[in-house]
C-alpha cells in the first residue's frame, strides 16, 4: 500500500507569494494532520481535519488555512509569506485514534 | 497543556553499544505516547507507542521504551546499536490520533 504523498518535494517562492501544499493519506485514512518543523526543531501542530471537517488548529495565524476533499486528501494554503515560513512541511494520515503516519514532507524555502 | 522535554539534544554512541533516549512529558491526562525517527530529508517513523496496558512497548528495529507514570516518562533503548540508527528521534505526546506535541528531537551519531 503507498503510504502519505506529498507534493511538491520542495518549493521556492518570495516573500509576500501564496503558496498551496498537497497531501494523499494512505487510503482507508479519513484524518489528515499538517505539522510545521522549523530546522533543529521537532514539529508543531498546525492543523487537523477529519470528514472535511477541521478537528484542530495550532497556534498559527489566519494566513494559514487547510481543507479536506471528499476522497480525504487535503490542501495546506498558507498567504503573504514570511521568511520565518521557511519550513519542513510535514502530512500525517491516521485513522480514528490510530497513530499518525507522516510523508516525507515537502520543504518550502522564501527568499 | 501538554509538553514533552527531551533534555538530550545530542548523544554519541559506539556501534554495539547501548542506547538511551530520555523524554518527560506533561499532560492532564492519560497520555497517548510515541516515538519517531527522522532520517535526513525523509518524514518521520514510527518505532513504538504506548496508549495502556504494559508499561514496556517493543517497537520496531529493536527498540523498546518503559513508560513510568509517577516519573512523567518515556524513555527509549536498544540493547546494541548499527550504524544504520544514526538519526533523529523525536518523543510526542497527545491524545490518540489528535494534535500530538513533539519533544525538539534528540540526534543520535553512531561511531564505528
Known amino acids: 500500500d503507498a503510504g502519505v504523498t506529498q507534493s511538491p518535494t520542495h518549493l521556492i517562492k518570495t516573500r509576500g507569494q501564496q503558496v498551496t501544499l498537497r497531501c494523499s493519506p494512505i487510503?482507508?485514512?479519513?484524518?489528515v494532520s499538517w505539522y510545521q518543523q522549523v530546522l533543529g526543531q521537532g514539529p508543531q501542530f498546525i492543523f487537523q481535519y477529519y470528514e472535511k471537517e477541521e478537528r484542530g488548529r495550532g497556534n498559527f495565524p489566519d494566513r494559514f488555512s487547510a481543507r479536506q476533499f471528499p476522497n480525504y486528501s487535503s490542501e495546506l494554503n498558507v498567504n503573504a509569506l514570511l521568511l520565518g515560513d521557511s519550513a519542513l512541511y510535514l502530512c500525517?494520515?491516521?485513522?480514528?485514534?490510530?497513530?499518525?503516519?507522516f510523508g516525507d514532507g515537502t520543504r518550502l524555502s522564501i527568499l | 497543556a501538554q509538553s514533552v522535554t527531551q533534555p538530550d539534544i545530542h548523544i554519541t554512541v559506539s556501534e554495539g553499544a547501548s542506547l538511551e533516549l530520555r523524554c518527560n512529558y506533561s499532560y492532564g491526562a492519560t497520555p497517548y505516547l510515541f516515538w519517531y525517527v527522522q532520517s535526513p530529508g525523509q518524514g518521520l517513523q514510527l518505532l513504538l507507542k504506548?496508549?495502556?496496558?504494559?508499561?514496556l512497548v517493543q517497537g520496531i528495529k529493536g527498540f523498546e521504551a518503559e513508560f513510568k507514570r509517577s516519573q512523567s516518562s518515556f524513555n527509549l533503548r536498544k540493547p546494541s546499536v548499527h550504524w544504520s540508527d544514526a538519526a533523529e528521534y523525536f518523543c510526542?505526546?497527545?491524545?490518540?490520533?489528535?494534535?500530538?506535541?513533539f519533544g525538539a528531537g534528540t540526534t543520535v551519531t553512531v561511531r564505528a
Open positions: 487510503s482507508g485514512h479519513k484524518s
Open positions: 510526542a505526546v497527545g491524545a490518540g490520533d489528535y494534535k500530538l506535541s
Open positions: 500525517a494520515s491516521s485513522q480514528d485514534q490510530g497513530s499518525q503516519h
Open positions: 504506548y496508549f495502556s496496558g504494559d508499561t
